[in-house]
């Protein structure tokens, strides 16, 4: 066509899905707006997480009010490491992650220290509702920093790999790992240079991998080969994120899941508007994975019967 | 799955409904689709000088009817001292001045706008005038008959008759019998009317006044109008042809006088006229006056309401831009309808001095915005702290551009400052989060749209279709209901996902 831009037709015949369609066909549908709180606001996703027995990183505590600010010395006090995160960030703003502490001093994860007073303003940033949707009044939730299994090791700089897994009404359709780099800042944000990893849904392993929306082989600064990543107890992570459409109520989901080494795969969010990035990591449109599940109609089926159909129709080769 | 035909439905009602409304309002009351048709509109002022004889005094001026061409808009009349009536006499407009007492040099003036019109309103023409056959003395009466004779010879109608009697005066020597009514009636104007009642043909003197642009002091030219039948051509006695219709303004169209003055001497009537080239709309506002319950529209308001509404009935046009923008294209704007604000504000300021000042404003709230940040401020405190910022610097930039010579700076208080302040907040928090690039990303395409809203918004076709024609807006929230459900790519996903679809 005009050289920068693919064909409109050609999209469509791959099963790309776009962002009109996402909203307006699939969260619009598929998300009552009336459950958006519970996956906006990461206190009650973990209440209900809770509840469902899904596991979620241990809760340390909780500031509601700017005359509280003041426990957070409190609360991390003998603390090796935690996560300091607003309810109803968005986007993954306004997460302040330590992992080391030495002698009373803090240290992100990139070197740089943080300062009890950098932690109390953090913290009256979260309240006064910054890093909210719409500015809205927050609560800062502090919660135990996740022991990452050694399995990603070499995978990521800096910042944490987690797994996205989309489930649409039940069904885990696609899975992607967000693996940091120097370009992207030690953020999993695939616009911001981390590199994407598509993971196939029924063996758990990397089938494709792109930065900048190119492909890519190797970890841009580890060097690791991509293609040797697989992501452990990938059953039980899976069934896991089936188990959140029965949580949360919501048929179009994002769930983020990262493993812990001790505890196995963990839920750390939900997301209701979970975006497209994960089709380019795949090289595989969402289209008609989501268009084969809305032909099931609405047959009831446990989560269990739910993963052995996506392993069964979902399971790609490895193309990396 | 639910059917979408009701919604089809509604937007085709919405659709066709607006486009109902908008074609009522321009075949029956006339508004003109474009705003580029404009109107000649002539303004043209009669001043009426004369000696008083400090007696009662009473002036009735001749004053200009519709009539093929024109169309009398307004007139108006200033004379201080004077009482002032409109009035209708033998079925032709005058304009009648009285004072109980007067003395000295007078002057009066009649001031008549007047459209160049092509469909005027011609019910109060002056009618077809009686044929009054003079009576002649002789030697005229025979010299008269024998020069009706000859002419008749030579004419088939009242208006070829008309020409040939003309030529007879026209010639270089006039006839005998020519020669000799022309010494009987000093004005030839009034011997030609009366040669052609003579001849059983309907006829008047009339005053024309030549149109052009500037002209000052300018007399009323005599014409005579021939009949025939309903139809009548003007000649110009001093030519001898018919005369050139062209600006030309019958003032006064009765067998009456120009002025008619009791109680004064020494009149005189001149008119000086100028050319204005005003919106066709202003030439149909008397149509728009009338208070039918059909004529809905903002002209029925207050001058005042009328101006504010002008703004708020372009905001669905700025609205329609950004939901274009941002789902067919895909831009990134920072607030979702911010740019509409932000193209709202460069109307007031004209688009260079408005971008200017937004980029300066904003980039220097974000290098004092950073300090801020590094105070440790409640939100609601620092973003306060930012509007009073932004305040200041306003004041600031107004004052050094005041000084500096540049009247064009002070335009600056346009902005919302509240807007401007968000903006700052929104796009400091973008820059320590996400970076430069995203900063410039997001506020690149907030100014991109805001920038193709304003030039939508300031479309002198697009500002004339809002303000006259309420039913566009039921087309623009047709519009937007239907992009609301439009599902496809955007056009930045075509360029996002080129590397999928290639493979």
């Given at each position: 066509?005009f050289?920068l831009l693919a064909?409109p ?8 899905m776009g962002m009109n369609k996402r909203n307006g066909?699939?969260i619009g549908?598929?998300?009552?707006r009336?459950?958006y709180?519970?996956?906006d ?45 607003p309810?109803k960030g968005s986007g993954g703003k306004g997460i ?29 940033n979260i309240?006064a509702g910054l890093f909210s949707l719409g500015g809205a009044q927050d ?44 370009d992207s800042d030690?953020k999993a944000n695939l616009h911001q240079g981390a ?17 900048f929306g ?40 994002g ?16 997301n209701a508007r979970p975006g497209l990035a994960?089709?380019v ?40 | ?307 504010l509404f002008k703004g708020i009935l372009l905001i669905p046009f700025g609205v329609l831009v950004v939901v274009l923008m941002r789902v067919l294209v895909g831009l990134k704007t920072s607030g979702t309808f911010m740019p509409v604000l932000i193209a709202m504000a460069f109307i007031q300021t004209s688009l260079v001095t408005g971008l200017v000042g937004f980029i300066i404003v904003v980039g220097t709230g974000l290098v004092i915005r950073s300090y801020l940040s590094r105070l440790?401020l409640l939100l609601v405190s620092r973003i306060s702290a930012v509007i009073i910022m932004v305040i200041l610097m306003i004041g600031l930039f107004s004052?050094v551009s005041?000084?500096?010579?540049l009247?064009e700076g002070l335009k600056i208080t346009f902005f919302p400052m509240i807007i401007l302040s968000w903006t700052i907040e929104r796009m400091s928090v973008l820059w320590e989060e996400e970076g430069a690039k995203e900063v410039v990303r997001q506020g690149g395409g907030s100014l991109l749209v805001a920038i193709l809203a304003y030039l939508a918004m300031n479309n002198d076709y697009v500002r004339?279709i809002t303000f006259?024609?309420?039913?566009v807006q039921?087309i623009i929230m047709s519009l937007v209901l239907l992009l609301g459900s439009y599902t496809g790519y955007r056009l930045l996903e075509l360029y996002r996902f080129k ?5």
């Amino acid at each position: 066509m005009f050289g920068l831009l693919a064909s409109p037709f050609k999209l469509k015949a791959k099963g790309i899905m776009g962002m009109n369609k996402r909203n307006g066909h699939y969260i619009g549908r598929y998300n009552k707006r009336s459950l958006y709180p519970l996956v906006d606001n990461k206190l009650k996703t973990k209440i209900i997480a809770e509840d469902a027995k899904v596991t979620v990183p241990a809760l340390i505590g909780v500031i509601s009010s700017q005359a509280e600010v003041g426990k957070v010395a409190e609360l991390i006090k003998g603390r090796s490491g935690f996560v300091i995160k607003p309810a109803k960030g968005s986007g993954g703003k306004g997460i302040l992650v330590i992992t080391k502490v030495e002698h009373d001093r803090y240290y992100k994860p990139n070197g740089a220290e943080e300062t009890h007073e950098d932690f109390e303003r953090h913290v009256s940033n979260i309240l006064a509702g910054l890093f909210s949707l719409g500015g809205a009044q927050d609560v800062a939730v502090i919660e135990a920093l996740i022991e990452f299994d050694t399995a990603f090791d070499g995978f990521s700089y800096e910042g944490v790999p987690d797994v996205r897994v989309i489930v649409f009404k039940g069904f885990p359709v696609m899975a992607m790992m967000r693996l940091s780099t120097t370009d992207s800042d030690g953020k999993a944000n695939l616009h911001q240079g981390a590199v994407g990893v598509g993971i196939d849904i029924g063996s758990g392993k990397a089938l494709h991998a792109v930065q900048f929306g190119d492909p890519v082989t190797h970890h841009p600064d580890t060097n690791r080969a991509l293609n040797e990543l697989v992501v452990p107890q990938w059953d039980v992570l899976i069934r896991l994120a089936a188990s959140c459409y029965e949580m949360s109520g919501l048929g179009y989901l994002g769930t983020d899941m990262v493993l812990d080494r001790d505890k196995g795969p963990m839920l750390l969010e939900l997301n209701a508007r979970p975006g497209l990035a994960i089709q380019v990591a795949n090289g595989a449109g969402l289209l008609p994975r989501l268009q084969l599940v809305e032909s099931l109609g609405n047959k009831k089926m446990t989560p269990e019967q739910r993963v052995e159909f996506a392993i069964k129709h979902f399971s790609q080769t490895p193309t990396i | 799955m639910t059917s979408r035909a009701p919604f089809y439905i509604l937007v085709a009602i919405l659709f066709v409904t607006g486009l109902a409304l908008t074609i009522q309002r321009h075949l029956s009351y006339e508004v003109p689709l474009t705003p580029g048709v404009k109107r000649t509109v002539w303004s043209v002022d009669a001043k009426v000088e004369f000696f008083a004889n400090g007696d009662k005094v009473k002036a009735s001026l001749a004053t200009p009817m519709s009539q093929p061409g024109f169309t009398v808009l307004h007139q108006n009349a200033a004379s201080p001292g004077y009482g002032l009536n409109f009035i209708q006499q033998d079925a032709t407009p005058r304009a009648e001045w009285s004072i109980r007492e007067a003395s000295g040099n007078q002057e009066l003036f009649y001031k008549v706008q007047l459209l160049e019109d092509d469909n005027a309103d011609l019910s109060g023409l002056a009618s077809i005038p009686e044929i009054e056959v003079p009576e002649w003395t002789e030697p005229y009466g025979t010299a008269a008959h024998q020069l009706t004779i000859d002419v008749t010879k030579r004419s088939a109608d009242a208006f070829s008759y008309t020409r040939e009697l003309l030529k007879e005066f026209n010639k270089k020597e006039l006839s005998q019998n020519a020669e000799l009514l022309v010494n009987s009636e000093p004005d030839t104007s009034q011997l030609i009317v009366k040669l052609l009642n003579s001849a059983d043909i309907s006829a008047r003197v009339v005053g024309g006044l030549r149109l052009e642009d500037g002209r000052r002091r300018q007399p009323l030219n005599a014409f005579v109008q021939v009949y025939e039948g309903d139809k009548w051509l003007l000649f110009d006695v001093k030519t001898g042809k018919e005369a050139n219709r062209e600006n030309l303004l019958l003032w006064e169209q009765s067998d009456s006088s120009l002025l008619d003055l009791q109680g004064g001497s020494d009149s005189l009537v001149t008119f000086s006229m100028i050319k204005q080239e005003q919106p066709a709309l202003m030439a149909v506002k008397e149509k728009l006056n009338s208070q039918d319950l059909l004529n809905f529209s903002i002209q029925s308001l207050p001058i005042e309401e009328q101006a504010l509404f002008k703004g708020i009935l372009l905001i669905p046009f700025g609205v329609l831009v950004v939901v274009l923008m941002r789902v067919l294209v895909g831009l990134k704007t920072s607030g979702t309808f911010m740019p509409v604000l932000i193209a709202m504000a460069f109307i007031q300021t004209s688009l260079v001095t408005g971008l200017v000042g937004f980029i300066i404003v904003v980039g220097t709230g974000l290098v004092i915005r950073s300090y801020l940040s590094r105070l440790n401020l409640l939100l609601v405190s620092r973003i306060s702290a930012v509007i009073i910022m932004v305040i200041l610097m306003i004041g600031l930039f107004s004052v050094v551009s005041y000084k500096v010579g540049l009247s064009e700076g002070l335009k600056i208080t346009f902005f919302p400052m509240i807007i401007l302040s968000w903006t700052i907040e929104r796009m400091s928090v973008l820059w320590e989060e996400e970076g430069a690039k995203e900063v410039v990303r997001q506020g690149g395409g907030s100014l991109l749209v805001a920038i193709l809203a304003y030039l939508a918004m300031n479309n002198d076709y697009v500002r004339h279709i809002t303000f006259n024609f309420l039913g566009v807006q039921l087309i623009i929230m047709s519009l937007v209901l239907l992009l609301g459900s439009y599902t496809g790519y955007r056009l930045l996903e075509l360029y996002r996902f080129k590397s999928m679809a290639e493979k």
